[in-house]
C-alpha cells in the first residue's frame, strides 16, 4: 500500500515560513487518484484540520485558522504534497501529517479525519513565543 512520509519540520520565528513536503511510495494506483490532506495536532489538544486539495490539485481548502498564510500544493507528476507556511504564528505549534483517501471524483476534497486511510508520521513544527 502507498506510504506517506513528511518532511522540512523545524523552528521558526513568529513571521517566519516554513515548507513541509509529503512524498508518497509504495502505491500501485495513481497518485493523482487520491485527495490529500494536511492535519496537525498541538500538545494537549485534538488533531485537527488545516489544508486540503482534491486529486488534481484544482480545488484547494483550508481551516480558518490558516486561511490566507498557508499554501497547499500537489505535484502528481513527483507524487509529493507541499505546505508553505507564512506569517507563522506560536499558536502553529504542533506535529503536522498529511494523509491521503483514494478517490475517483477528481473534484473531491475531505476535512474530516475519518475520511483518509493513509497517514504519514509526522513532522514537528515549532514557532517561539
Known amino acids: 500500500q502507498m506510504q506517506l512520509k513528511e518532511s522540512g519540520g523545524g523552528s521558526a520565528q513568529p513571521g517566519g515560513s516554513l515548507r513541509l513536503s509529503c512524498i508518497a511510495s509504495?502505491?500501485?494506483?495513481?497518485?493523482?487518484?487520491?485527495?490529500l490532506g494536511w492535519f496537525r495536532q498541538a500538545f494537549g489538544k485534538e488533531r485537527e484540520f488545516v489544508a486540503a486539495?482534491?486529486?488534481?490539485?484544482?480545488?484547494?481548502y483550508y481551516a480558518d485558522s490558516v486561511k490566507g498564510r498557508f499554501t497547499v500544493s500537489r505535484d502528481n507528476g513527483e507524487d509529493r504534497m507541499d505546505l508553505q507556511m507564512d506569517s507563522l504564528e506560536p499558536e502553529d505549534t504542533a506535529v503536522y501529517y498529511c494523509?491521503?483517501?483514494?478517490?475517483?471524483?477528481?473534484?473531491?476534497?475531505?476535512?474530516?479525519?475519518?475520511?483518509?486511510?493513509?497517514w504519514g508520521q509526522g513532522t514537528q513544527v515549532t514557532v517561539s513565543s
Open positions: 494523509a491521503a483517501k483514494y478517490s475517483l471524483r477528481k473534484e473531491n476534497y475531505y476535512t474530516s479525519q475519518a475520511d483518509y486511510a493513509t
Open positions: 509504495g502505491g500501485s494506483l495513481r497518485f493523482s487518484n487520491y485527495a
Open positions: 486539495t482534491t486529486p488534481s490539485g484544482s480545488v484547494r
